[in-house]
């Protein structure tokens, strides 16, 4: 009770921040098209994952996927056993975990910053139109769910690390590299680094023991699992998760995704705006000037954690709006510390009122502005005609039943684009056999085993030239795709 009472406006406040990260976050969560990347080749992973009750061999579609790591893949099969195979219960995991971030960033902000702008800092990242950008928040990719694991490693750091529970920072930490992967052993440095430097501010640091259970607890997990990946696979695993996805992403473009050095900031600037592209920089300049002038090891250790983040999206050849992520949350809180860095420099204290109260109100109209956005977004989530059209399959065909794609969401090695597999593979329960013209013939003389096709309205007419030898029923369609049930008038012989 007295911890309530003497904290009671920050517990206010952080409850606050997660109700409105819940509505924002969850309100029509299930709505949105699965998109094909990367949520949905993630769920067509975690669906067979639990098809098949193996959760340690990752497949897609048949093959083996070793280009990320299961933590993510588990949350997910997890959540379809509890609520099903739909939309829903793939994102379900990483929306969970996302309604920590805001009240995080207050938590880490407080350390330093007062309540309300520790408050605007959490509370503009979550209605940031950065987060917002497609493959972050609200969806079934990993990389808010990441991000919320290695920000309660950072908060957990800050405030444990001189109490008897401390280790709770290196668990953390370890459910984020075997989430992350290697990306994450950037803050292992973060943390490793903010600790060494505190001597430098005549703090006690870790001894040797600490610093090596910290860093060995943090990385077993994840090591564990590359050993099983390496003794089970060598050299694909060597060729697939290394030199392709890890190397092959700093020193060539990782499947075309190139861009020029500035491209994370053409991408805040379209998102955001070129305002908050200069406030961010007064807030690294903020920190800096801090660091200097107050001799705080909280300032070094925000400057490491932007620099830290911030650096290695510019460094590597792929360039993905995401990447650009980790970094926006100390960002954020840099941006208040302007108001600690005005302090210094305003002395009059009637000036420095009014300048308060100006950003005060400016804060307040953009932020209602902002979250007025984000809602009007949610609302306008609707269904799509692809949606509609395989949801209405389940009253027509059988579940377990053979069905043909000729020619259409045909994707690479004769398979089918993930999200439209996932509709029809694990929520309709049907085998898909994906097809193109050269096949037509050959399927053709199958179809009393395989009555139940879906083309391309365009297609039609490849269909209609055996006309004499078949027959079809559209059964239901939109305005590309239809579903037919193909019937044969003739004998197979007949079939040339």
Known sequence: MEFIKKYKIDITLTLSLFILSSFLIFTKLGTKELQNWDEGLYANIAGEMVKTGNYLDLKLQGGQWLEKEPLPFWFEALSIKIFGF???????????????IAPLIYIISRKKLNKMWSFFASTLFLIS???????????????????????????????????????ICAIFMALGLVSRGFMGIIYIGIIFIAEIIRPL???????????????????????????????????????????????????????????????????????????????????ILSVIYLFIKKRSWYYS?????????????????????????????????????IPQTLNDFVKNKNFKKYIYGI???????????????????????????????????????PQEQNIILYNIENWNHGRTLPSFY???????????????????EYYL??????????????????????????????MTKNPHYMLLHITQNQIDDNIK
């Open 301 to 337: 250790f925000l400057l490491i954690w932007i620099f830290a983040t911030l650096l290695p999206p510019h460094i590597l050849t792929t360039k993905l709006e995401w990447y650009i992520l980790p970094a926006l949350p100390p960002l954020y809180i840099s941006l208040f510390t």
């Open 86 to 100: 739909n939309t829903f219960a793939l994102r379900f995991p990483a929306a969970l975990l996302s309604i920590f």
């Open 201 to 283: 501010f005549t703090l006690q640091k870790w001894n040797f023991k600490k610093i090596l259970t910290f860093i060995l607890v943090s990385l077993l997990p994840w090591i564990i699992w590359h050993i099983y990946l390496f003794a089970t696979y060598t050299n694909i695993y060597l060729n697939v998760y290394w030199k392709e996805q890890f190397f092959t992403r700093i020193t060539d473009p990782l499947q075309g995704h190139v861009g020029s050095t500035s491209f994370y900031i053409n991408f805040l600037q379209k998102e955001m705006g070129s305002l908050s592209i200069l406030f961010f920089f007064f807030g």
């Open 359 to 397: 950003a005060i109100v400016f804060l307040i109209i953009y932020t209602s502005s902002l979250i007025s956005q984000s809602i009007q977004k949610i609302q306008n989530i609707r269904k799509t005609s692809t949606q509609y059209f395989v949801h209405s399959i389940q009253n027509i065909i």
């Open 445 to 474: 003389a199958l179809v009393k085993e395989n009555p139940w096709w879906i083309i391309q309205t365009e297609n039609l007419q490849d269909i209609e030239q055996f006309k004499k030898d078949f027959s079809y029923s559209v």
């Open 129 to 167: 139109p950065a987060i917002w950008f497609p493959h972050m928040l609200r969806t079934a990719d990993f990389d808010m769910l990441s991000l919320s694991l290695f920000l309660a490693t950072l908060a957990s750091y800050l405030y444990l690390r001189n109490k008897k529970m401390w280790w």
């Open 422 to 440: 996932w509709y029809l593979h694990y929520e309709q329960n049907l085998e898909i056999i994906s097809i193109n013209k050269p096949n037509l």
